[in-house]
């Protein structure tokens, strides 16, 4: 026998109890990594975002728009490597909250140079710039609704009333980077010859790329200063930036999502806590034993603590093993409606993350049972009966 | 103090001096023993009798470094007991002494030579050496041929002798007995205080137990009495 296998025996002594700590473990380690998936997808589009991009947008509000004249006045600004723009066109297709998708007008030529991660076959890219009002569709959103080059697609405008219609010309993908492939694109003189007067010549942003992305502070304060006595000042900066900007007016809910993840980790100390009290208090008599013969309270503590540490090794693997479908399941359910999300969006990191904090909080649950286990001495604990 | 010509000297195996016990209960001290004077040679088999709150296991706690004396000295082997730490205590009581408790203590999800195998792991013998040692251990009680069975798969008298083959595996000088009978039926009563005559006369070992049981203690060499926590 070994010390490995008394530990073995020690935690098969109630099969059923094992196995329900583990389940309900396993179910937490499941929460946790579920909920920091959530978490990462909300982080995710900033982490990938390209370091040579600034994003110039009105100062007053990420909703307000700009002038179209402020184009070849930035593109003036020392630093400036290339530039193009955008606008939320927000377009929905259906009725369902579930059909929505994110929308957007470009400038096409400039739009294919900027945003160079997008993956567009070339005779696609002729198709689309072609167009007054063809398409460029994300891999994911035609694969979505069975869409193709050739097929005509018409959106309810809710920023832009009216039904829009548009012809898909090319299915894009992305290499890296902050686009997702769950958007449509389409061109801006499309929407603006059909735009009143007062709404015409006008857009979201500017996204801009430098030529050394090591000056991309003084090129955004270039172009600020530029505008800073004009009607409409700008606010520019890095793409990571205004997308952790726009994270952060989900800031509430990222808040409660982790402190919920948290919640699930002290539900396991205290499952795991409970079950090790119960087994240790259940086995005071067989420990002092142990003492008596000889075993020294560090050894008694370290067979406690890798009990802990099987039952958390036992639900962090159960765990990593079943969150990844429960995971599948919600992306494939909502991940049109943030913005278009991989299937397969999970990382290695947050399995053993899942791992690791079940695993801590484990040994951590273990520690009060394991120093009450040596705490009572040897003589008083052999006459204790279960 | 002198000795015969061709005597040899013999220092006790236990020696006792001005041993006294109290527990504290909240603001209350509760004296166990007092002034315990005692002496038991190498090799000898002597009973302890008594009332139940007389100090009996707590004497017996004490001889074998489960507890320490409020006052007063305990020595066994020659070492103060009570001027160890308590990891050289567990060391010397891995070495030197073998306990056998009234129910047994065996761990119910070991088999028997699991159970008899636990003081080895604190050796530095091999996995194949501690098997030849536990399977010596469980011939000489009788149960070589029980070895895979778990403690409730065996009757009370046989998981007693799991136990006392657990308490000889490790060839300790010092036996303590607490209660052994207390749990068993005449017949197997007996079979465990024939085990012990064969331990202490063949093997030689110092066995020192504690019982309510007259007919166990009649085995013994010695049998002494405490009252109210003083020896008599």
Redesign the interface.
């Known amino acids: 026998?070994?010390?490995g296998?008394?530990v073995w025996?020690?935690l098969?002594?109630n099969p059923l109890r094992l196995v329900l700590t583990v389940l309900a473990g396993a179910v937490g380690v499941m929460a946790f990594i579920f909920l920091r998936t959530v978490v990462d997808l909300f982080y995710s589009s900033a982490e990938s975002a390209q370091a040579d991009r600034l994003f110039t947008r009105a100062k007053a509000s990420i909703t307000a728009d700009l002038p179209l004249s402020y184009l070849p006045r930035i593109s003036t600004v020392p630093g400036v490597d290339d530039i193009t723009f955008y606008g939320f066109f927000g377009g929905r297709y259906g009725d369902s909250q579930r059909d929505f998708f994110g929308s957007a007008f470009v400038d096409p030529p400039s739009f294919m140079r900027v945003f160079d991660e997008l993956v567009v076959a070339p005779r696609e890219v002729a198709a689309f710039q072609a167009d007054p009002c063809g398409a460029l569709i994300g891999k994911e959103l035609a694969k979505r609704y069975g869409w193709k080059s050739g097929d005509r697609v018409t959106l309810q405008g809710t920023i832009y009333p009216g039904e829009w219609t548009f012809n898909v010309r090319g299915i894009y993908d992305v290499r890296t980077g902050s686009l997702d492939t769950n958007s449509l694109f389409f061109p801006y003189r499309c929407l603006n010859e059909k735009l009143p007067d007062e709404r015409k010549d006008r857009v979201g942003a500017f996204m801009v790329r430098v030529e050394d992305p090591s000056r991309s502070a003084a090129v955004s304060s270039a172009v600020d200063a530029m505008f800073a006595n004009s009607p409409y000042p700008t606010r520019t900066e890095s793409e990571r930036a205004a997308t952790l900007g726009f994270i952060s007016m989900l800031s509430a809910i990222i808040t409660a999502v982790q402190v919920v993840a948290t919640v699930i980790l002290l539900i396991i100390l205290l499952v795991i806590g409970n079950t090790l009290a119960m087994s240790v208090r259940e086995r005071t008599?067989?420990l002092s034993?142990?003492?008596?013969?000889?075993?020294?309270?560090g050894r008694v503590v370290m067979l406690v603590l890798f009990e802990s540490l099987a039952i958390g090794l036992c639900s962090g693997g159960l765990g990593v093993l079943i969150a990844p479908p429960l995971v599948r399941g919600f992306v494939a359910v909502v991940g049109s409606q943030m913005g278009g999300l991989p299937a397969d969006f999970m990382r290695e990191g947050t399995l053993v993350l899942g791992v690791l904090a079940a695993v801590g909080v484990s040994l951590l649950a273990g520690i009060i049972p394991a120093w009450r286990a040596v705490r009572i001495?040897?003589?008083e604990g052999?006459r204790k009966?279960a | 103090m002198s000795t015969a010509p061709g005597q040899e000297a013999k220092s006790p195996l236990i020696r006792l001096r001005g041993v006294s016990k109290a527990y504290r209960r909240g603001d209350i001290v509760v004296p166990v023993l007092e002034n315990v004077d005692l002496d038991i040679e190498a090799g000898a088999f002597e009973a302890f009798m008594g009332p139940s709150g007389s100090g009996k296991?707590?004497l017996l706690?004490l001889i074998?470094g489960?507890?320490r004396p409020t006052t007063g000295v305990v020595e066994v082997g020659g070492q103060d007991l009570a001027r160890m730490s308590?990891?050289e205590l567990?060391?010397?009581?891995?070495?030197h002494v073998g306990?056998v408790?009234q129910?047994y203590?065996l761990?119910?999800?070991?088999t028997a030579a699991?159970n008899v195998?636990?003081?080895l792991?604190?050796t530095p013998l091999s996995?194949a050496e501690?098997r030849e040692h536990v399977a010596a251990a469980l011939e000489v009680v009788g149960l070589g041929h029980r070895m895979g069975h778990r403690p409730p798969q065996l009757s009370g008298g046989e998981q007693q002798r799991v136990a006392i083959a657990?308490a000889i595996v490790t060839d300790p000088d010092l036996l303590i007995a607490d209660e052994p009978t207390g749990d068993l039926d005449r017949k197997s009563a007996e079979q465990v205080l024939d085990l012990f005559e064969v331990l202490h006369h063949e093997l030689h070992k110092t066995l020192v137990m504690v019982t309510h049981d007259p007919h166990a203690a009649e085995r013994a060499d010695l049998v002494r009495h405490l009252e109210k926590g003083l020896l008599q």
């Open positions: 026998m070994t010390f296998r008394l025996k020690d098969l002594r008599r067989d034993t142990l003492r008596a013969m000889g075993f020294k309270s001495p040897v003589a052999l009966v | 296991s707590t706690n074998s489960l507890d308590d990891k567990s060391d010397w009581r891995a070495g306990f408790f129910l203590n761990l119910p999800v070991l699991e195998e636990l003081p792991l604190l996995r501690r657990r």
